[in-house]
């Protein structure tokens, strides 16, 4: 059976569609309005709510605890202040990366690490000789993202303090009308957002107390088809879609390093050791092979193939997740793993691996596009990531 | 002072100068804008007429802004962000409404309560009415020829033009020739039986022009809403965060980022020129400005019958500007409301309809009669008693419109000739809010007592604020005589005029009409294609 997440008591009544999609066990909505347009527009405009408590989260605590995640992870986890949280990637002993996420310092000696595989093996590994204490906190805490231009405003209403001060990538412990959160500025949509972390037995009221105070603000409940949209145009990649886990890759040309995915500036050579460091600055030395990196699809390329069979251009509504080959001439030099249409934007864009020199800014490449079942072939360009980066994110 | 010198000047800041100022000087040109008042924007302008409360004065939806002007200026970057407008409900009298909702198959349901055959036909009228404007939206982006003329240029674009509507086939070429010729009653009779259905549909037919629902001309109009329909996910029509004034500054950042001057509080008085070539202009303050290239945004009459004196033109020209209608028929009334309206065609609905309700327009338009009743008071000079209504919540859409919990309302307002009978004044202005405070209180009766702050605003206010003549909002009716090539006149409506070195970009140019963009994109183009 699939498990419901701690919110599930106000979202399923909410998912007029019956949209449901699996994640890491759970049950989450899709969508939960017929459409998911006015979800992803919410979280550009206004304040979309999305539950995420399904994320893996791990609280490693004890005296070893910043030496056990600074050995996993290829950030400098021992340079972290309490109340910083950080991005990262971490890899196998040859450079390839697992897993991404982030860690929370929550103090001097007590971390939470989200990840999106289960990752209570791996850290127990890593463990051997350390005095730190490793809990699965999956199930006990739930998640919620708070995440668009008004999330701010709707939150410091709600915990009656001022949060202009939490910078990107801090936390800080507050309450919801008497129930303890945990708030941090982090977030998967590259807008202005902040994650609620509170125990799994005390969620509804948080959840309850969002909407409360979050209607005259236009908060929206969404699903993952509006955060697939944002985190598309936010150029954020999303593992088993945009690169297939070292743990899970059945054949070696299917792993990807840091380098590979645009991750180099999160590999801190320069701290000791760390689990695939020397793998990794050999890799440094060479060069990556595949670079990642944002495309777009030349909307008159599209629109002249479409209307050569007599349509206007036809694009899903959603974000898409396969693999679709790019070419430059005859030669096959990469493939795009995710992409959509952006509602914001008004570009067709899409997430790539490109070998080499392929991937640099402003490169020509073709798309294979599927018009009316037959393969063509529309003009890209290689595009800086992310695709929309506002302001506000980062103020 | 900075020098007076420019290659381009852009006269009006509203959103076509912004984009031909964007386009030239994105292609390197000095440029400057010259707006009369305050702000830019033109008639798409956010302001706070009530503290607190932001109110798009006139222009309210984003019809149908060119996604390529929103790519190739990079708007999105510069706060552009046009939110979805999804449904329309229209209350009737019996208490009852007819919805389009966002979702087909919603919307065919709802049809389906009024008249089943109606929802049968509403997909095959829709999958027509998409050919149409497939059909015509190519002819939007083309550089109309001149019929007349023996240019190589000119053949070519005609070439260009004969063969678009060949390739179109009988079936569509017949339909697309109803659509020009018919009234959109007949039209819509030809389609539906539901009288409310009908009713809303031919109300958008008529929106901004001097012509009621049964009047020949009107089917055209009804295209214009399939248009952002056949972009389906790609649609750059709706409503645009921060009201329409967001539009603008979008337009003017992207413009200032590519080195562009917007100077505001600058009214040209007159366009100089040396014989036959433009030289520059002189401001309301008596400063000049040269520049061998002078774009007037401003409507046709406003620039060759103001800016330029008519004895300098060709009389033929000089004529086809002064026959040039434009006929206001346009009014708007902008609200500051304690609470939401609470219409009661949909008490005892359950909340969540009740609120994607309020978030997309209401209609009033309960009746074909209705709306050409409504024409019925303006032909003979008077507003309409009961006038046709397209109503938007805005802070529904983007909340930073209104404080919390607070509102703004938006009604545009269809009939309100700018020749009134015995003309306009602050008593008749305040006399139109009532009726029309009087007909939207049949439907929602709350609204009398939510209203914290109301602002009319008769074809006279818009031609005096903006400057569009007698309150036009298309500049120039889009009536048929007025398109392509003849928009504004016979051999001019390639965005040049007979002064060399003067240009056209407004919505008085092909293709015009609504926050479309289009027109300031193509004059832009013409300009750097000619040198």
């Known amino acids: 059976m699939l498990r419901e997440t701690p919110f599930h008591a106000r979202t399923g009544p909410l998912n007029v569609g019956h949209a449901w999609r699996r994640w890491?066990?759970?049950?989450?909505?899709?969508?939960?309005?017929?459409?998911?347009?006015?979800?992803?527009?919410?979280?550009?405009?206004?304040?979309?709510?999305?539950?995420?408590?399904?994320?893996?989260?791990?609280?490693?605590?004890?005296?070893?605890?910043?030496?056990?995640?600074?050995?996993?992870?290829?950030?400098?986890?021992?340079?972290?202040?309490?109340?910083?949280?950080?991005?990262?990637?971490?890899?196998?002993?040859?450079?390839?990366?697992?897993?991404?996420?982030?860690?929370?310092?929550?103090?001097?000696?007590?971390?939470?690490?989200?990840?999106?595989?289960?990752?209570?093996?791996?850290?127990?590994?890593?463990?051997?000789?350390?005095?730190?204490?490793?809990?699965?906190?999956?199930?006990?805490?739930?998640?919620?993202?708070?995440?668009?231009?008004?999330?701010?405003?709707?939150?410091?209403?709600?915990?009656?303090?001022?949060?202009?001060?939490?910078?990107?990538?801090?936390?800080?412990?507050?309450?919801?009308?008497?129930?303890?959160?945990?708030?941090?500025?982090?977030?998967?949509t590259g807008d202005l957002g902040y994650e609620l972390w509170v125990d799994a037995a005390r969620a509804l009221p948080v959840w309850d107390a969002l909407i409360d105070v979050g209607t005259a603000y236009s908060i929206t409940p969404a699903g993952m088809l509006a955060l697939d949209l944002a985190r598309v145009e936010a150029g954020l990649m999303l593992a088993d879609v945009d690169y297939v886990s070292a743990h899970k890759a059945p054949i070696e040309s299917q792993k990807s390093s840091p380098f590979e995915l645009n991750l180099g500036w999160a590999v801190k050579m320069e701290k000791e050791f760390f689990v695939g460091r020397a793998a990794l600055a050999a890799e440094k030395a060479r060069g990556p092979e595949w670079r990642f990196t944002g495309i777009t699809v030349d909307w008159d390329a599209l629109e002249s193939l479409y209307a050569a069979v007599g349509l206007p251009p036809r694009l899903p509504g959603a974000a898409w997740r396969v693999s679709v080959p790019l070419y430059s001439g005859a030669e096959q030099v990469g493939y795009a793993t995710s992409g959509c249409w952006s509602p914001l934007l008004k570009r067709y864009i899409a997430l790539a691996h490109l070998k080499g020199t392929h991937g640099n800014l402003g490169t020509q490449l073709e798309m294979e596009v599927t018009v009316e079942h037959h393969r063509k072939r529309a003009l890209a360009r290689v595009t800086e990531l992310p695709f929309f980066n506002p302001e506000r994110k980062r103020a | 002072m900075t020098t007076n010198r420019y290659d381009a000047i852009i006269i009006g800041g509203g959103h076509n100068g912004l984009i031909t100022a964007?386009?030239?000087?994105?292609?390197?040109?000095?440029?400057?804008?010259?707006?009369?008042?305050?702000?830019?924007?033109?008639?798409?302008?956010?302001?706070?007429?009530?503290?607190?409360?932001?109110?798009?004065?006139?222009?309210?939806?984003?019809?149908?802004?060119?996604?390529?002007?929103?790519?190739?200026?990079?708007?999105?970057?510069?706060?552009?962000?046009?939110?979805?407008?999804?449904?329309?409900?229209?209350?009737?009298?019996?208490?009852?409404?007819?919805?389009?909702?966002?979702?087909?198959?919603?919307?065919?349901?709802?049809?389906?309560?009024?008249?089943?055959?109606?929802?049968?036909?509403?997909?095959?009228?829709?999958?027509?009415?998409?050919?149409?404007?497939?059909?015509?939206?190519?002819?939007?982006?083309?550089?109309?020829?001149?019929?007349?003329?023996?240019?190589?240029?000119?053949?070519?674009?005609?070439?260009?033009?004969?063969?678009?509507?060949?390739?179109?086939?009988?079936?569509?070429?017949?339909?697309?020739?109803?659509?020009?010729?018919?009234?959109?009653?007949?039209?819509?009779?030809?389609?539906?039986?539901?009288?409310?259905?009908?009713?809303?549909?031919?109300?958008s037919g008529i929106i901004g022009t001097f012509l009621g629902p049964r009047s020949p001309g009107t089917a055209y109009v009804l295209l214009h809403h399939y248009m952002g329909e056949i972009d389906g996910v790609f649609r750059a029509w709706g409503f645009a965060k921060g009201g329409t004034g967001g539009v603008s500054e979008a337009i003017a950042g992207a413009a200032r980022r590519f080195g562009a001057e917007v100077r505001c509080n600058a009214g040209v008085a007159k366009v100089l020129h040396s014989g036959n070539r433009a030289t520059g202009v002189v401001l309301e303050n008596g400063d000049e400005l040269r520049a061998d290239t002078v774009v007037s945004s401003l409507d046709p009459r406003r620039t060759f019958m103001g800016l330029v004196e008519p004895k300098d033109l060709p009389n033929d020209f000089a004529d086809a500007i002064a026959r040039?209608?434009?006929?206001?028929?346009?009014?708007?009334?902008?609200?500051?409301?304690?609470?939401?309206?609470?219409?009661?065609?949909?008490?005892?609905?359950?909340?969540?309809?009740?609120?994607?309700?309020?978030?997309?327009?209401?209609?009033?338009?309960?009746?074909?009669?209705?709306?050409?009743?409504?024409?019925?008071?303006?032909?003979?000079?008077?507003?309409?008693?009961?006038?046709?209504?397209?109503?938007?919540?805005?802070?529904?859409?983007?909340?930073?419109?209104?404080?919390?919990?607070?509102?703004?309302?938006?009604?545009?307002?269809?009939?309100?000739?700018?020749?009134?009978?015995?003309?306009?004044?602050?008593?008749?202005?305040?006399?139109?809010?009532?009726?029309?405070?009087?007909?939207?209180?049949?439907?929602?009766?709350?609204?009398?007592?939510?209203?914290?702050?109301?602002?009319?605003?008769?074809?006279?206010?818009?031609?005096?604020?903006?400057?569009?003549?007698?309150?036009?909002?298309?500049?120039?009716?889009?009536?048929?005589?007025?398109?392509?090539?003849?928009?504004?006149?016979?051999a001019y409506a390639r965005y040049s005029s007979p002064i060399q070195g003067l240009w056209q970009c407004g919505s008085g140019t092909h293709p015009g009409g609504g926050i479309m963009g289009a027109s300031g994109r193509l004059a832009a183009l013409e300009i750097l294609r000619q040198g």
């Open chain 2, 324 to 490: 040039y209608k434009f006929r206001g028929s346009s009014a708007k009334v902008n609200l500051a409301l304690s609470e939401l309206p609470r219409f009661t065609c949909m008490d005892g609905k359950d909340d969540g309809l009740r609120a994607t309700a309020l978030r997309g327009a209401f209609s009033i338009s309960p009746s074909m009669d209705y709306v050409e009743r409504a024409y019925d008071d303006a032909k003979y000079g008077e507003f309409s008693r009961r006038p046709y209504m397209d109503i938007v919540i805005p802070s529904m859409i983007d909340p930073g419109m209104a404080p919390p919990g607070k509102h703004v309302m938006s009604i545009f307002v269809q009939y309100a000739p700018y020749r009134l009978n015995g003309g306009w004044t602050d008593a008749r202005r305040e006399a139109l809010g009532d009726a029309v405070i009087d007909a939207l209180a049949q439907f929602a009766p709350n609204i009398k007592s939510a209203i914290l702050h109301r602002q009319v605003i008769t074809p006279l206010d818009i031609e005096r604020v903006t400057g569009l003549t007698e309150g036009n909002i298309f500049q120039g009716e889009l009536a048929l005589h007025q398109l392509f090539f003849f928009r504004p006149a016979p």
């Open chain 1, 24 to 188: 890491a066990g759970y049950v989450v909505a899709s969508a939960y309005e017929l459409h998911h347009e006015r979800e992803y527009h919410a979280i550009r405009n206004s304040a979309a709510l999305l539950d995420i408590s399904p994320l893996y989260k791990y609280v490693v605590a004890g005296k070893d605890a910043a030496r056990l995640l600074n050995r996993v992870v290829t950030r400098d986890v021992a340079a972290m202040r309490v109340g910083q949280v950080a991005y990262t990637p971490w890899c196998d002993s040859h450079g390839k990366v697992i897993d991404d996420g982030t860690v929370a310092r929550l103090d001097d000696t007590r971390f939470r690490l989200t990840a999106a595989d289960p990752t209570y093996r791996w850290l127990h590994e890593n463990a051997v000789g350390m005095q730190v204490a490793i809990e699965d906190a999956s199930d006990s805490t739930a998640a919620l993202a708070l995440q668009g231009p008004l999330s701010r405003i709707v939150l410091e209403k709600l915990c009656e303090r001022e949060l202009a001060s939490l910078k990107y990538f801090h936390l800080v412990q507050a309450s919801v009308r008497d129930t303890p959160v945990t708030i941090s500025r982090t977030g998967y």
């Open chain 2, 22 to 203: 964007a386009y030239l000087a994105r292609a390197g040109r000095k440029v400057v804008v010259l707006e009369r008042r305050e702000l830019v924007g033109g008639a798409a302008v956010s302001e706070q007429i009530f503290p607190g409360f932001t109110f798009s004065v006139f222009s309210y939806v984003v019809s149908l802004l060119r996604p390529e002007i929103i790519r190739e200026l990079d708007l999105p970057r510069h706060g552009l962000h046009i939110l979805p407008l999804e449904s329309t409900v229209t209350p009737m009298f019996n208490g009852d409404y007819l919805a389009g909702w966002g979702d087909h198959d919603q919307s065919r349901r709802e049809l389906y309560r009024h008249s089943p055959k109606d929802a049968d036909a509403y997909d095959e009228y829709g999958l027509l009415m998409q050919h149409m404007a497939q059909a015509v939206r190519p002819i939007l982006a083309m550089l109309p020829p001149d019929p007349t003329s023996m240019s190589p240029r000119d053949l070519m674009g005609m070439l260009k033009f004969g063969k678009h509507m060949r390739s179109l086939g009988a079936q569509k070429f017949n339909a697309l020739h109803k659509l020009m010729t018919m009234s959109s009653a007949d039209y819509l009779d030809e389609w539906f039986e539901t009288d409310v259905l009908k009713a809303t549909k031919s109300a």
